[in-house]
Nanobody, 119 residues
Framework: VKLVESGGGSVQPGGSLRLTCAASENIIGYSMGWYRQAPGKQREPVAVVPNWESPTYDDSVKGRFFISRDNSKNSVYLQMTSLKPEDTAEYFC???????????????WGQGTQVTVSS
């Protein structure tokens, strides 16, 4: 499965963006997530949406980011609102079969999409 992320950009604090992750094959059965990596920092999970359970969010984005998926389109989305400068990072999607931040990624990483929040 190849993953292509899109929808990033430059916004002012308080702004919104919607990221899209398009998978080349069916993602039913995979718990899909969004991850981000800021310069000089490790990649970290932001949100995960299993097939049949409620999403999980990192505390830093709870109430501001919303993850969803459309299995019919092999796609996963991240609606980001009330963006903060600390949200600036490269954003990626993938599936971690071992759990939150366990590092057992199912697929090769895509190219990511850059999100920059600055006034």
């Amino acid at each position: 499965v190849k993953l292509v992320e899109s929808g990033g950009g430059s916004v002012q604090p308080g702004g919104s963006l919607r990221l899209t992750c398009a998978a080349s094959e069916n993602i039913i059965g995979y718990s899909m997530g969004w991850y981000r990596q800021a310069p000089g920092k490790q990649r970290e999970p932001v949100a995960v949406v299993p097939n049949w359970e409620s999403p999980t969010y990192d505390d830093s984005v709870k109430g501001r980011f919303f993850i969803s998926r459309d299995n019919s389109k092999n796609s996963v989305y991240l609606q980001m609102t009330s963006l903060k400068p600390e949200d600036t990072a490269e954003y990626f999607c993938n599936s971690d079969r071992c759990g939150w931040n366990a590092g057992c990624y199912e697929f090769e990483w895509g190219q990511g999409t850059q999100v920059t929040v600055s006034s």
